[in-house]
């Protein structure tokens, strides 16, 4: 009998984004600032998943998302679930919950847009149409998009770093 074996090991504490859509790992890690941690990271990439044929996981000692974080994640990857891990077991799981409403998250291309003022500064507000495949429009210009069509807000970089990777949808 082939004995199975974990392709990525177990963490001691932190946080395992698991079920995320095949190929959109980097992209959440770049999306939330994860990859700015200095904890480990474990990724895989295209993984087997009885489930979904291939999907992506990431594992990241010693951190734990806030909500902003998880919410980034479900519009990205509305399957994705999150455990929290203490001493090697996991002591919450839940699966992402995308919000009926996105709030300063992402950008309206229109120029038009009342968002995009500069005089009457007011944070972007789309509301989610459909979840799979994602589909969100602009509550003040009703324009709509697709999930490849999202442009996120820039985040603020906490560090220096020089190395510049360009992730597209």
């Not at 839940?94 to 944070?123: A, F, G, R, W």
Request: hydrophobic share 35%.
């Amino acid at each position: 009998m082939l004995e199975q074996k974990l392709k990525i090991d177990k963490i001691q504490r932190g946080t395992v984004i698991d079920h995320i859509d095949a190929g959109y790992a980097l992209t959440i890690l770049n999306l939330t600032g994860l990859d700015e941690t200095n904890s480990l990271i474990t990724i895989g990439v295209n993984v087997s998943s009885k489930k979904y044929g291939k999907k992506d996981i990431i594992k990241i000692e010693n951190v734990f998302l806030d909500e902003v974080q998880m919410q980034q994640i479900s519009i990205l990857s509305s399957n994705a679930t999150i455990s929290l891990i203490e001493n090697f077991e996991v002591i919450e799981k839940k699966k992402v919950e995308m919000p009926k409403i996105i709030k300063k998250l992402i950008v309206c291309e229109t120029k038009t847009c009342i968002s995009n003022s500069k005089k009457e500064p007011i944070d972007t507000e789309f509301l989610v149409l459909e979840k799979n495949p994602l589909k969100i429009q602009c509550v003040f210009c009703d324009r709509i998009y697709r999930l490849d069509e999202i442009k996120f807000k820039p985040r603020r970089k906490k560090s220096g770093k020089k190395v510049k990777q360009i992730i597209q949808l």
